[in-house]
């Protein structure tokens, strides 16, 4: 079993920044990797970006040069560092792994963008 536990959502102006922590309940180096989804209202869950055990990295094209992803082991955490957001950015942001062929999610946390 795999715990994953997100916060630091919450309310932002657009142009804003914002950093999601989400703690494993195990190392996350153990963990080959663990990603970001977000699912806004009415929409399909969409992936965001990976952060890999190795450290790479990868971005979804919708994100990418804004938000940026890394781990910090001593903490089993991975951050997103969100940097000028946008009102399309609003969603239910979610970490994911998957460990021994289990699927783990978070449960999640809203971030809104709105003036």
């Known amino acids: 079993q795999v715990q994953l536990v997100e916060s630091g959502g919450g309310l932002v102006q657009p142009g804003g920044s914002l950093r999601l922590s989400c703690v494993a309940s195990r190392s996350i180096i153990s963990i080959n990797a663990i990603r970001w989804y977000r699912q806004a209202p009415g929409k399909a869950r969409e992936w965001v970006t990976t952060?890999?055990?190795?450290?790479?990295?990868n971005y979804a094209d919708s994100v990418k040069g804004r938000f940026t992803v890394s781990g910090d082991n001593a903490k089993n955490t991975v951050y997103l560092q969100m940097n000028s957001l946008k009102p399309e950015d609003t969603a239910v942001y979610y970490c994911?792994?998957?460990?021994?062929?289990?699927?783990?999610w978070g449960q999640g946390t809203q971030v809104t963008v709105s003036s």
């Open positions: 994911h792994c998957t460990v021994w062929g289990r699927q783990f």
């Open positions: 952060f890999e055990s190795g450290g790479s990295t």
